[in-house]
């Protein structure tokens, strides 16, 4: 999302957009130009598929606001060339939320598609054809085609879909999310395969079906299964866990006076990445790597660890939940995802990425060994 600017905030949720979406209004533009000859088609191409994206952004608002009404946050709403993505807290904390907060969003195309067939009613269009080569469908009846076209989309039983979602949550409602995860990502995998198989088909000739695109559907959907079952899993075997149970206590602490050459000398020697700032016993900061190398390379190897550490930082106690911990550090954008454990003012531990990543992948290799 690096690549992307705010262009408001609705409702308090910043919406971006990212800049490869002026590509694909550049390259619409070039279409709409090529289809008429003339600047009004050209113009005319840009502004429909302005107006399919604001229907997508409006999706997207269904969902951040059915999120709001169970007390979810939304980070942001970012417009990319494949539609838009709503970073949310959480997608439903129980099975009934992660319901109404999936059919949210196609509830919006729904409602746009019924005024669109109102307005197609009251005021009948003179051109009855739906015709976007040539640049000349009544927008209503665009609009109607589009917003029933993300209906059946998006509805796809598929991750990252929201009938993934929709389907997850029924499969979850009396039983197992973790199971339901697995039987919905293993349903959306199947319906990728499905798509990629219609497209060799139709490459080879063997059916009269011929959209490439469906290729890139079929990994997206792929990918998408894959990892909202890790993600899941993931989730599940971190439930209960303590900070203490997955928190590293062996590590080094540097000093606010030591210079990033002797860090360099620390960076070297062993597997630590990310360092915790002492000064007089308190915990006074954190230098990442990447914040070490940025420093390193700006103002050379003298330059002092408390010219280049980071003083925002989160602090953990020993007996707090993981997950709760991870999600306080992650709430914040461009915080640092390395945690200190204090207990009793006195540093007795961190918690990084890594590390959690890997007690996850022991946990998970000793259940499937039992």
């Given at each position: 999302m690096k690549w992307s600017i705010l262009i408001g905030r609705p409702f308090g949720v910043e919406v971006r957009l990212h800049l490869t979406f002026l590509l694909l209004l550049a390259f619409f533009g070039w279409r709409g130009w090529d289809a008429s000859h003339t600047v009004q088609g050209a113009l005319s191409s840009v502004l429909f598929q302005s107006l399919i994206f604001g229907c997508v952004l409006l999706h997207e608002f269904g969902h951040v606001l059915m999120a709001r009404r169970f007390g979810i946050r939304t980070r942001d709403v970012t417009l990319l060339p494949i539609g838009g993505v709503a970073r949310m807290d959480s997608t439903g904390e129980t099975p009934r939320q992660e319901l109404l907060i999936a059919l949210a969003g196609p509830a919006v195309n729904v409602v746009i598609a019924g005024l669109a067939f109102a307005w197609l009613l009251l005021f009948p269009a003179r051109?009855?054809?739906?015709?976007?080569?040539?640049?000349?469908?009544?927008?209503?009846?665009?609009?109607?085609?589009v917003n029933l076209f993300l209906v059946g989309f998006n509805l796809i039983p598929a991750f990252p879909m929201d009938g993934g979602r929709v389907l997850r949550a029924i499969l979850s409602w009396r039983g197992d999310r973790v199971r339901a995860t697995r039987i919905?990502?293993?349903?959306?995998?199947?319906?990728?395969?499905?798509?990629?198989?219609?497209?060799?088909?139709?490459?080879?000739?063997?059916?009269?079906?011929?959209?490439?695109?469906?290729?890139?559907?079929?990994?997206?959907?792929?990918?998408?299964?894959?990892?909202?079952?890790?993600?899941?899993?993931?989730?599940?075997?971190?439930?209960?866990?303590?900070?203490?149970?997955?928190?590293?206590?062996?590590?080094?602490?540097?000093?606010?006076?030591?210079?990033?050459?002797?860090?360099?000398?620390w960076l070297l020697?062993?597997?630590?990445?990310?360092?915790?700032?002492?000064?007089?016993?308190?915990?006074?900061?954190?230098?990442?790597?990447?914040?070490?190398?940025?420093?390193?390379?700006?103002?050379?190897?003298?330059?002092?660890?408390?010219?280049?550490?980071?003083?925002?930082?989160?602090?953990?106690?020993?007996?707090?939940?993981?997950e709760t911990v991870l999600r306080r550090a992650q709430s914040k954008e461009g915080s640092v995802l390395t945690i200190p454990v204090v207990q009793g003012g006195v540093l007795v531990g961190m918690v990084t990425p890594e590390n959690v990543g890997e007690f996850v992948m022991v946990k998970a290799a000793m259940k499937t060994g039992r």
């Open positions: 051109t009855p054809q739906f015709d976007t080569t040539a640049l000349n469908a009544p927008l209503p009846l665009a609009l109607l085609v919905a990502a293993a349903i959306g995998k199947g319906i990728a395969l499905l798509f990629g198989a219609v497209v060799l088909l139709g490459m080879a000739g063997l059916i009269p079906i011929q959209q490439p695109f469906l290729l890139f559907i079929a990994l997206f959907v792929w990918i998408g299964a894959s990892q909202e079952a890790d993600a899941v899993a993931t989730t599940s075997i971190l439930q209960g866990v303590t900070v203490r149970d997955a928190m590293m206590t062996q590590f080094r602490i540097a000093e606010p006076f030591h210079s990033l050459r002797e860090m360099s000398e020697a062993g597997d630590q990445q990310d360092f915790p700032v002492v000064a007089q016993g308190d915990v006074v900061g954190i230098l990442p790597r990447e914040d070490f190398l940025r420093a390193l390379a700006a103002s050379g190897p003298d330059t002092l660890v408390k010219d280049a550490m980071r003083r925002d930082f989160n602090l953990a106690a020993p007996e707090e939940d993981i």
